[in-house]
């Protein structure tokens, strides 16, 4: 380790090795994240969380600005729906890349967690998506995947507009797998349709910044706008 020190293990050009390793783990996530048989999940190492549920946020908003450029209508509003116990990653997604912030009130009724009555009433045609947390930051509590996502599938069938989900997994994302406690409902994440991204952290220690990996599973959310292509050698 201290002939190492001075290495930045983390600088994929220099050490390719390192893509070998960071292409396992997202494997390995998706799978104890559901993927299903014949689909791919694509991932991404970031600094943190805020980074992380900004590219998720930010595919879904290139990819509802696609449909709507391919449909020939306004695309100036977009909105994306939160519980009032997100952590604040989440508004400064909202507030750094121009997306309304529409953040629906917790309460005892709704288990300090995401609402999902106030959700149904608060979805439109401009909803770009919905972030769903496993671990809330002010109680630990797990939002309702499955209930969330129901609403989004009966939505799209009575519109045609289909909204994706984040499930911001920061702190749960490692938990939930091996419990059985049913958190989210009994399904969760990529078990659905709506899920298309989601985060964990993962810890590596030599680097001076916590590790996230950030997912995709469904090809329709990653937006090309998203991407970036390096053609030097290091």
């Given at each position: 380790?201290?002939?190492?020190?001075?290495?930045?293990?983390?600088?994929?050009?220099?050490?390719?090795?390192?893509?070998?390793?960071?292409?396992?783990?997202v494997?390995?996530?998706?799978?104890?994240?559901?993927?299903?048989?014949?689909?791919?999940?694509?991932?991404?190492?970031?600094?943190?969380?805020?980074?992380?549920?900004?590219?998720?946020?930010?595919?879904?908003?290139?990819?509802?600005?696609?449909?709507?450029?391919?449909?020939?209508?306004?695309?100036?509003?977009?909105?994306?729906?939160?519980?009032?116990?997100?952590?604040?990653?989440?508004?400064?997604?909202?507030?750094?890349?121009?997306?309304?912030?529409?953040?629906?009130?917790?309460?005892?009724?709704?288990?300090?967690?995401l609402?999902?009555?106030?959700?149904?009433?608060?979805?439109?045609?401009n909803?770009?998506?919905?972030?769903?947390?496993?671990?809330?930051?002010?109680?630990?509590?797990?939002?309702?995947?499955?209930?969330?996502?129901?609403?989004?599938?009966?939505?799209?069938?009575?519109?045609?507009?289909?909204?994706?989900?984040?499930v911001?997994?920061?702190?749960g994302?490692?938990?939930?797998?091996?419990?059985?406690?049913?958190?989210?409902?009994?399904?969760?994440?990529?078990?659905?349709?709506?899920?298309?991204?989601?985060?964990?952290?993962?810890?590596?220690?030599?680097?001076?910044?916590?590790?996230?990996?950030?997912?995709?599973l469904?090809?329709?959310?990653?937006?090309?706008?998203?991407?970036?292509?390096?053609?030097?050698?290091?």
């Amino acid at each position: 380790m201290v002939e190492n020190l001075s290495k930045n293990m983390s600088d994929a050009d220099e050490y390719p090795a390192m893509m070998a390793m960071h292409a396992r783990c997202v494997s390995i996530i998706s799978h104890l994240w559901g993927v299903q048989k014949g689909e791919t999940a694509i991932g991404s190492a970031t600094t943190g969380s805020s980074e992380a549920i900004h590219l998720g946020g930010l595919a879904m908003k290139r990819r509802w600005q696609e449909k709507r450029d391919a449909e020939g209508k306004d695309k100036s509003k977009p909105n994306i729906i939160m519980g009032s116990n997100a952590q604040v990653a989440l508004e400064k997604f909202a507030r750094y890349f121009e997306v309304e912030a529409r953040i629906l009130d917790v309460s005892e009724k709704s288990l300090y967690r995401l609402d999902p009555e106030l959700v149904k009433q608060n979805i439109d045609e401009n909803t770009i998506g919905i972030f769903v947390i496993l671990g809330s930051t002010y109680t630990g509590h797990y939002e309702p995947v499955e209930e969330i996502s129901k609403i989004l599938d009966d939505y799209e069938e009575k519109t045609g507009n289909d909204i994706p989900i984040h499930v911001d997994a920061a702190s749960g994302g490692f938990v939930a797998p091996f419990t059985h406690a049913k958190v989210g409902g009994p399904k969760w994440f990529f078990l659905f349709p709506q899920p298309t991204s989601s985060q964990l952290t993962i810890k590596q220690e030599l680097p001076t910044s916590p590790r996230k990996i950030h997912q995709h599973l469904r090809p329709q959310i990653r937006s090309r706008v998203c991407r970036c292509r390096l053609d030097h050698l290091a």
